[in-house]
């Protein structure tokens, strides 16, 4: 996977029982060298307290109205001010941390399961079923923006974050195949796969022990920086009333209120702005630290 796990396994017949150890510590050495991804997997991590914790720390019930302090400046007893029914923005602020990991999380974990298999058979098999069937519905689902995909797709759903986050798993899936397939065509005609067919090993076993520990490198790397991309994407689609549905608290929703208050109370829409904006850029310098981590060209 790198020059220097390569010079790792080549010490393992001396040190046999320590080469996992080391590998796995030289890995984790290289990603606390770099400092970015460290940065981002701290905001990634604080994310996932603050959501996994929402109930425990928030302030108030993220739904509880106060009619007599609405659209309160941040103060003492609200501390990131109030919105235009008087609910307080810090604890819809928290809650709405769940429902953007919540909806990222499904989205990667669909494409991941839509594009791995279709990339594998699209790879391993070849022929018809890769140039005239699955690459083929890649490529028109790539011929539309991201975002307009993930629109229409929601569109048609209905709104509701399970259905806006199928949508963004949907738009998301092609990068998944196109990865899983590069890698299946990297490793499918080594020697070592044909020694496994050569003692009977099935496919799905080649997939498992050969191909699938070639491809985790980039899909993980793809993984963190799909978070990213579905942060932002369910954000849209909320602000666009088609993602989580009133009174759920989301970030995008947050937003598309702020907006009609953006002169009278502007810190409305600082704070869910402020939130994605971390969490994009939390996953996204993660994501950079794993590519950096695993590449062998780069040396941290």
């Not at 970015?36 to 928030?58: H, K, Q, S």
């Not at 009619?67 to 609200?78: M, R, T, V």
């Not at 928290?94 to 990222?104: P, Q």
């Not at 020697?191 to 050569?198: C, K, Q, S, T």
């Amino acid at each position: 996977m790198s020059i220097r796990l390569g010079e790792q396994a080549s010490e393992s017949a001396a040190v046999p029982e320590e080469s996992e150890g080391v590998g796995r510590r030289g890995l984790l050495a290289r990603f606390l060298r770099h400092r970015a991804g460290v940065a981002g997997a701290i905001i990634v991590l604080l994310l996932v307290l603050v959501a996994l914790t929402a109930p425990l720390f928030a302030p108030y019930n993220p739904d509880y109205q106060d009619l007599n302090a609405i659209l309160h400046a941040p103060s003492h007893a609200h501390v990131l001010g109030t919105d235009d029914l008087g609910r307080d923005e810090l604890s819809r602020l928290m809650f709405g941390s769940r429902v953007s990991l919540e909806a990222a999380a499904l989205s990667v974990f669909i494409a991941i399961l839509i594009g791995i298999p279709l990339g594998f058979i699209a790879g391993y098999y070849r022929g018809f079923w890769d140039e005239w069937i699955i690459m083929r519905v890649v490529d028109a689902l790539q011929a539309f923006p991201f975002l307009i995909l993930a629109l229409a797709l929601t569109v048609f759903l209905g709104p509701g974050l399970v259905n806006a986050s199928i949508a963004i798993g949907i738009g998301f899936s092609p990068g998944f195949v196109r990865i899983t397939r590069a890698q299946v065509l990297a490793v499918s005609n080594q020697e070592y796969v044909d020694g496994a067919r050569a003692i009977g090993a099935g496919d799905l076993r080649i997939f498992r022990s050969y191909i699938l520990p070639n491809a985790l490198a980039p899909i993980l790397v793809l993984t963190a920086l799909s978070m990213a991309a579905a942060v932002l994407a369910e954000a849209a689609l909320s602000f666009l009333g088609l993602g989580v549905q009133p009174p759920t608290p989301s970030w995008g929703q947050m937003l598309s209120v702020a907006q009609n208050y953006i002169t009278l109370a502007p810190w409305l829409a600082y704070w869910p702005g402020i939130a994605i904006f971390l969490a994009v850029i939390g996953f996204n310098i993660f994501g950079d630290g794993i590519r950096d981590t695993l590449d062998p060209r780069m040396q941290l």
